[in-house]
């Protein structure tokens, strides 16, 4: 039996809402196949985790929430530091865009250059815990890089399963960190049932978004950040890029969690911000909540995704939150990425300045308040897709 987490106390389906106990990985819902949820004794946690316990610790990462983890007290976490990352107050854009009190948080500065490292680095201690050597995962390329980097520091190994059409970047990062690639001639939706597939046949540990629920309890760190660069106090609107939801999730759960540890005094609404060639949980926020596949073509192929497998989760935590969904179109997005690094100095990919292109168009319908506080998220760096940038 692998070693018990302190606080967690099972599992809860997304869909069904069956409730499991017990601390053992689980994948999805056994009862319906849907996503699952990471539940904890907040009031036991509360005994381990406060305010003034962070301010005396020494540890500058993502590790410095430990206590909030689904991990055993023993279970090695990676020498690379994730998160950490900055929060850059940027007073004259939010002037200029009338978007309050406007942030940016600058998750390119991960190991990988990606937000995903934060995922990355909760599935692989997963991994090392139950005694897993071998890591599989979907990605478009980010998640992927992020996974066989994390992966190269602890010694084990990793085999991804990404679309052929994936930019080159990303491609040489996953070689350069030895990790074993399969090239999928077909969509990110066809890797991720493939690698399914293979982790059933191989008995492999299972990485992919919204089938492992491990990957969203890693993304949450970035609230956690979030709130204490802003002095314990959570904003008011968070954008956020979507592809298959799980950042946006994630993050949802980081805000909670904080709320029900009495962390903060309120939640914020959360903002999805969708290319309009990719905007299947966009439809459902605005429509019934179901999601439907759609045909994904955009050139922010981090959020190019046909059927989004956090989705539900992305639509639950933008109803709950009382946010929405914005489109943009790459057209807005690609303009982003220059008027990002010309105000900004940070280079982000295509998929991270649909953020800035969402908060343009919001903010332009004069639904921002000048008083409230606004945090745009930048999930990966330009680098990764230097043809895009090139446009």
Request: glycine share 10%; net charge positive; aromatic share 8%.
């Amino acid at each position: 039996m692998p070693p018990r987490p302190f606080g967690m106390i099972g599992y809860r389906c997304l869909s069904c809402e069956k409730e499991f106990s017990g601390t053992a990985p689980r994948y999805i819902c056994a009862q319906c196949g849907g996503n699952l949820d990471v539940v904890y004794d907040y009031k036991r946690l509360g005994g381990r985790f406060s305010r003034k316990k962070l301010a005396a610790s020494t540890d500058h990462s993502a590790y410095r929430y430990r206590a909030l983890f689904p991990l055993a007290s023993q279970t090695p976490l990676p020498a690379l530091r994730i998160g950490g990352t900055p929060l850059y107050p940027l007073p004259s854009l939010g002037r200029e865009l009338g978007a309050g009190q406007l942030y940016l948080k600058d998750d390119t500065r991960n190991p990988s250059a990606s937000l995903k490292d934060r995922a990355g680095f909760m599935v692989l201690a997963k991994a090392i815990e139950i005694g897993k050597d071998v890591v599989a995962g979907a990605s478009t390329g980010n998640a992927a890089s992020s996974l066989a980097r994390l992966a190269s520091s602890m010694g084990r190994r990793v085999v991804i399963f990404v679309p052929h059409k994936a930019p080159p970047a990303k491609i040489a990062q996953l070689l350069v960190f030895g990790a074993r690639v399969h090239l999928v001639r077909g969509s990110y939706d066809d890797a991720y049932d493939l690698c399914i597939q293979a982790c059933e046949a191989f008995g492999w540990y299972n990485r992919n978004t919204g089938y492992n629920p491990f990957t969203r309890e890693g993304k949450k760190t970035c609230a956690y950040e979030i709130c204490e660069q802003l002095q314990w106090q959570a904003p008011d609107k968070v954008f956020v890029p979507a592809g298959d939801g799980n950042i946006l999730s994630g993050l949802w759960k980081g805000f909670v969690d904080l709320y029900e540890l009495n962390m903060t005094d309120k939640l914020p609404q959360m903002i999805a911000v969708q290319s309009d060639r990719s905007a299947a949980i966009a439809r459902a926020a605005a429509d019934d909540g179901v999601i439907r596949p759609v045909h994904a073509r955009t050139i922010a192929d981090s959020i190019s995704v046909d059927l989004p497998r956090d989705g539900m989760a992305a639509v639950k935590a933008i109803r709950a939150s009382h946010g929405e969904a914005v489109t943009v179109s790459d057209r807005d997005i690609l303009a982003a990425i220059g008027e990002l690094g010309k105000t900004t100095g940070v280079f982000a990919e295509p998929a991270a300045a649909a953020a800035y292109a969402g908060l343009k168009r919001y903010a332009a319908k004069n639904r921002i308040q000048g008083r409230e506080k606004v945090v745009m998220i930048i999930t990966g760096n330009g680098l990764k897709d230097i043809g895009s940038a090139m446009k």
